[in-house]
DNA sequence: GGTATATTCTGAAACGTTTCAGATATCTTA
DNA sequence: TAAGATATCTGAAACGTTTCAGAATATACC
């Protein structure tokens, strides 16, 4: 009896069963249905189990016999670390995963680098969340292929799947009329890369919310709708303020977008940023190069992380209830899984949190 | 042919084959290895499988064959939300999903509600990351039973698993030593739960670094140590100081606690907390109250989280790389997975970073 | 033309469970 | 005591793949 070895034979069912000399479904039924035998037998084989080194009924065999993975797979366009560092984000999983706890489902975070699909396809789970992607990003298409349940936030579903979507364009405008009705007409707008290589500083032409940019965010797309609307309605040439496309989304992407607009010498007096992470970052370097917030500069940013409230001045913002965006897409998603009637659930609200950070031009 | 059923008969390879009157490893090879057969063929393949509907191999079956998952999973001792709330946890993790995802592993969240480890049993995945556990918890005893690669983080590893620990005791040392240097002798010490029911203001005496509680933290423990040994070359009686109990990590946790030490009457000079969070929530309280910070109270927290460095006065505190800690856990992991030689790693540094809040007594 | 070597494809055995119809044995009830 | 009900256990068929030794066919070489 070799058995020591290195790599040790892992116990089975069956192994169990016959050191006892009972069938192989009795061991089952040991674990899964108590009732199924005397509660003798059972004490037996649970010790024989334990003596055995049987580790309980592997989760792989028995999900396949169930058809059932008991989680669900989050994707993300971005590398996955990268969402630990984003506030909304954050705030977004916490609620899902409320949804999803209720319900003993675990929550797998699925490796998505471009070019590299193989842990995609194999992910063990019984659904798809998709967030932070485009339509187009080919993540979307493999996930879709996989054929599972599928909520997708922020953006239109294809196929089966269920949308979770807010009203943007209605935050966006709000927003931009805030600053419209504070007098303001020059403004700067930064925003996300919405290219494959961020361009920085840009024409309002080239972003127009009408052209069909090839692959953006629907969010994204949504608010620059919302701000032309504002616009068009108060009489502001769209193609006269000032835009700049950051590489990503985060402080230090907006600090580069405030230098380069306090460097073109063009000074609006109204900031719309699609982020409150660019928000912030823009208003610290605003700040430093003596500009007074919101004397000198208002900003306006959008979603409502809690770093917004915190700043100095407390950012005036686009509130968005991330948390309830997460539950909804687990709630969605459950019932999606239990097979409930198909239906889109309402955009949720968005509404303007006006603060410190924004006010009347000099 | 009734095929579109409300509840649609998923395709499997077995259809794919039968339709091509090819053999069953066939098409499996077009998919795992199109080296093995023509590319015509192949070609045919995927084409018919793209038209029944096909979802390509799914990766139950798969894994069972291939006994494995692809994911490790996270044991977290809070319920699940939680852990978005908690920056160290979220450095932790994010170190932690760096390293997987260059394996092209995903991360499982498994919910761990006590008394309800169903979730933890049947969790798909090949090993697991112990975290903000204590040796005594069930979920701990659970997790060995599956007798996976195993890597706990901040406990001593039973078993086969490994142990990720940071030089805690030191860390603490430090603090306290540089809080006595300062000149201080009256402190207050604010902890985490340490019992089922968080006690509040506790005498120095019923939590003896040297009595054995129960079921204890191992980091809390040595931290305590740590400062019960700064205290003893100082000859500062450990059990004259004041200490407060929390009922959880959180800032309004911390505020709570200062709010019971000024209402105490008694005044230390000098608060150690055992978390950042406990020690900004104090901070909060304690400036409302109208002490100056550091003149009339000086305040050191443990971990470093990124909002010590922006609080005001910013927070003195003793650091630890929470994402390496996180990284190491992975490769540890993988390592481990890999059948690599056991051995436990060292211990992390950590270190005391001085900034605003501690100072001189007045 | 015959042997050796590639290339392409196949069959059957795993992987480790759960499930469910049925086989025994035991208990009620009239 | 016969008949029905109940409790306990069993056997075999899934669940959907991958893997690997080998069969069949085509290609190369002397």
Redesign the pocket.
Known sequence: MASDSKKQQ?V???QVAAAL??????V??A???P????E???KRILETAAELG?A???P???S????RAGAIGLLFAERLPYVFSDPAALLLMEGLVQTLEASNMGLLLIPGRIGHSVALKNALVDGFVLYALTNTHPLVELALKRRLPTVMIDQIATGDAVSILVHDFDGARQAAQHLIDLGHRRFGVIFDRITDQAQGLRSGASISPLADLPDTFLALKRRFEGYAAAFEQAGIDWNQQLFYECSDNSEAAGAEAMQAILRSGQRPTALLCLTDRLALGAMEVAQRAGLRIPQDLSIVGYDDIPAAAQSRPALTTVQQDHRAKGRLAGECLLALLQGDAFEQPDPLESRLILRESSGPPL
Chains 1, 2 share one sequence.
């Open positions: 892992r089975t069912i069956t000399g009972v069938a192989v479904s009795t089952s039924n674990y899964n249905r009732d199924q035998l005397s003798a037998l059972r049987y309980g009924p592997q792989l065999a028995r396949l016999r169930q058809q």
